[in-house]
């Protein structure tokens, strides 16, 4: 017994002293991951990331399994692959530099996130029909519109191009932002939850040569943020009047106000079902802890 807690004590001995130092290490190294994983979601490398981990799961495969050839061509592709992601990210990384002197990171940190709940969660019946009176009175007077609705997958780098509104959802709101001739008709309003967030964003547009040449610039940035997002995407044509959605690289025609109430409640009903069965899960793993 004595000659066990001797050893003991001799492995605890050869472990480094952790010191004030050691502790501002490990703060430091902390901030700088979670400003990168943060900086990662918020822009297109969080598809990037998925798609990295994809190919390591893939290279553990090759190797477990011995797959020589692979892993030579692996070995060869990576230092390209590498020079590659510097050259397509260039813009977010260029952004992540330039704002990196301009935030307050220890504000950041320890800023409440959730705010007033009429603004954050899942979008409410009011907002819905908010989206949908509006939506078909300028279609009614033929006003363009594009709104963006976000889902899972981030659009506050698509929002950081417009103007910021933080407003409540309504008819009079959407309806004045996209107003002609008023300076915040062009481009696209993102929704986030209960709240208008930006106006006039820009929105990239669908490079797909099977689209109609009949749709306008509107219907093709709609189908862009599509094809790369989760998000959902109204248009009102402001030739026709007519009332598109965007979503998955399709434009489908809406013909009538109960019809788009029917697709917005469904991603609400999705939400929903998805942080219910997010609840359920924690609910069970607490229940098996405690048992």
């Not at 990037?48 to 390591?56: A, E, Q, R, S, Y």
């Not at 011995?66 to 592709?77: A, N």
Request: glycine content about 6%.
């Amino acid at each position: 017994m004595n000659e066990i807690i001797s050893r003991l004590r001799s492995s605890v001995s050869l472990l480094p002293l952790f010191s004030v130092r050691n502790l501002i290490e490990v703060v430091i190294i902390a901030i700088i991951v979670y400003e990168l994983m943060l900086w990662i979601k918020n822009t297109r490398a969080w598809t990037l990331l998925k798609g990295i981990i994809v190919i390591l799961l893939f290279t553990l495969f090759a190797a477990i399994m011995r797959l020589d050839t692979i892993l030579w061509i692996l070995e060869r592709v990576s230092t390209v692959a590498m020079l590659a992601m510097v050259i397509i990210f260039q813009p977010e990384l260029r952004k992540a530099l330039e704002q990196l002197g301009s935030q307050n990171i220890v504000t950041n940190l320890f800023t409440i996130s959730g705010g007033d709940s009429k603004y954050s969660g899942v979008m409410s019946g009011e907002s819905i029909n908010g989206i949908v009176n509006a939506t078909f009175y300028m279609a009614k007077k033929k006003t363009g519109a594009l709104m963006t609705i976000e889902q899972n997958e981030s659009l506050l780098d698509i929002e950081k191009t417009g103007i910021e509104i933080k407003g409540l959802i309504s008819s009079g709101l959407l309806i004045n932002i996209f107003e002609k001739n008023t300076p915040l008709h062009d481009g696209a309003v993102i929704i986030r939850g209960n709240e208008v967030a930006a106006a006039t964003c820009y929105l990239t547009l669908s490079e797909n040569m099977q689209i109609s040449k009949d749709l306008g610039t509107r219907h093709r940035a709609a189908i862009g943020i599509s094809e790369t997002t989760d998000s959902l995407t109204i248009v009102v044509s402001e030739e026709t009047g007519r009332v598109s959605v965007a979503q998955g690289g399709k434009l489908t025609r809406v013909p009538d106000q109960e019809s788009l109430r029917r697709i917005l409640q469904a991603l609400v009903t999705d939400e929903e079902s998805k942080r219910f069965l997010k609840w359920r899960k924690a609910k069970q793993k607490a229940d098996e802890e405690d048992q």
